[in-house]
């Protein structure tokens, strides 16, 4: 099992940037998750955003984010990032860090077995 921590949200401007971090902590090592961050608007199913393979080598991104949007991890310090840039209103949602023990990502949240509390991002127009 994994607990994870999501933090960096806030309140930002259209056009603006956010990096949201996720700290795990585990009694497994962090690199046998394959990590990924979700969002939920008010009034909307969860969706996936991105997703990082285990040893970092590649990374997956919804169409609504991609240009826009970095996600990346630190194995060493446990720790995954999601850089969100040219932000828009309907990025406006609430962020999940999550993680899934396997060897390949997943663009589905579904997939995904474990999750952070989330962290609020609100993108004012």
């Known amino acids: 099992q994994v607990q994870l921590v999501e933090s960096g949200g806030g309140l930002v401007q259209a056009g603006g940037s956010l990096r949201l971090s996720c700290e795990a902590a585990s009694g497994r090592t962090f690199s046998s998750y394959v990590m990924a961050w979700i969002r939920q608007a008010p009034g909307k199913e969860r969706e996936f955003v991105a997703a990082?393979?285990?040893?970092?080598?590649?990374?997956y991104y919804a169409a609504s984010v991609k240009g826009r949007c970095t996600i990346s991890r630190d194995n060493a310090k446990n720790v995954v990032y999601l850089h969100l840039n040219s932000l828009k209103p309907e990025d406006t949602a609430v962020y999940y860090c999550?993680?899934?023990?396997?060897?390949?990502?997943?663009?589905?949240?579904?997939?995904?077995?474990?999750w952070g509390q989330g962290t609020q991002v609100i993108v004012s127009s």
């Open positions: 990082i393979t285990r040893s970092g080598g590649s990374t």
């Open positions: 999550a993680a899934r023990i396997s060897y390949s990502a997943s663009e589905s949240h579904r997939d995904y077995d474990y």
